[in-house]
T-cell receptor, first 115, second 112 residues
Framework: AQTVTQSQPEMSVQEAETVTLSCTYD???????LFWYKQPPSRQMILVIR??????QNATENRFSVNFQKAAKSFSLKISDSQLGDAAMYFC????????????FGKGTKLTVNP | EADIYQTPRYLVIGTGKKITLECSQT?????MYWYQQDPGMELHLIHY???????EKGDLSSESTVSRIRTEHFPLTLESARPSHTSQYLC???????????FGPGTRLTVL
């Protein structure tokens, strides 16, 4: 079974600084998807960024980028120019290609942004 | 932004009550999911559906049941709620074209 590990329960960053959240995963599949979701306090889970395993190029969405290392099974999220609104729980998730397409989540990292 | 709705948003009930958590989406997505999330913890899949008349159990054992009579509607039912069912329940769906799961706002259930 696939597993996702987020080794940082909590992280903090100063406003306007850069922070990197770590994620590793375990799978025997070669084709899959990886995601970072953001869950602000008492608010909806929203997608931050996604990465297809067959793509070597790292995904980027504005201030959010990933460092995808397929051989190492590592998928870290970098947030540049951190803003107060970035404060949230961040979940790394794995999804198989085809089948149920269910998501397997890590335990999450709580990000605090200090003004 | 995806349109996926959950009602109620918050529910406090007594032990032994039957409850139904509603989830609906207006995007015509075939696959739908229910995840359970304890406060500050990860999400665990409890049910999913490939489409109408299809329901499957997820990775986490749950006493709840689901049905999928219409594409847009995927309700979750607890026949007899217990305090151990206290949690947040998140519904999600995924389409064929934009193959990313979109989540509803969740239902926070408290069983006294």
């Amino acid at each position: 079974a696939q597993t996702v590990t987020q080794s940082q329960p909590e992280m903090s960053v100063q406003e306007a600084e850069t922070v990197t959240l770590s994620c590793t995963y375990d799978t025997s599949e070669s084709d899959y998807y990886l995601f970072w979701y953001k869950q602000p306090p008492s608010r909806q889970m929203i997608l931050v960024i996604r990465q297809e395993a067959y793509k070597q190029q790292n995904a980027t969405e504005n201030r959010f980028s990933v460092n995808f290392q397929k051989a190492a099974k590592s998928f870290s999220l970098k947030i540049s120019d951190s803003q107060l609104g970035d404060a949230a729980m961040y979940f790394c998730a794995y999804r198989e290609q085809g089948g149920s397409e269910k998501l397997v989540f890590g335990k999450g990292t709580k990000l605090t942004v200090n003004p | 932004e995806a349109d996926i709705y959950q009602t109620p948003r918050y529910l406090v009930i007594g032990t032994g009550k039957k409850i139904t958590l509603e989830c609906s989406q207006t995007m015509g997505h075939d696959k739908m999911y229910w995840y359970q999330q304890d406060p500050g913890m990860e999400l665990h899949l409890i049910h999913y559906s490939y489409g109408v008349n299809s329901t499957e159990k997820g990775d986490l054992s749950s006493e709840s049941t689901v049905s999928r009579i219409r594409t847009e509607h995927f309700p979750l039912t607890l026949e007899s709620a217990r305090p151990s069912h206290t949690s947040q329940y998140l519904c999600a769906s995924i389409g064929r074209v934009v193959d990313t799961q979109y989540f509803g706002p969740g239902t926070r259930l408290t069983v006294l």
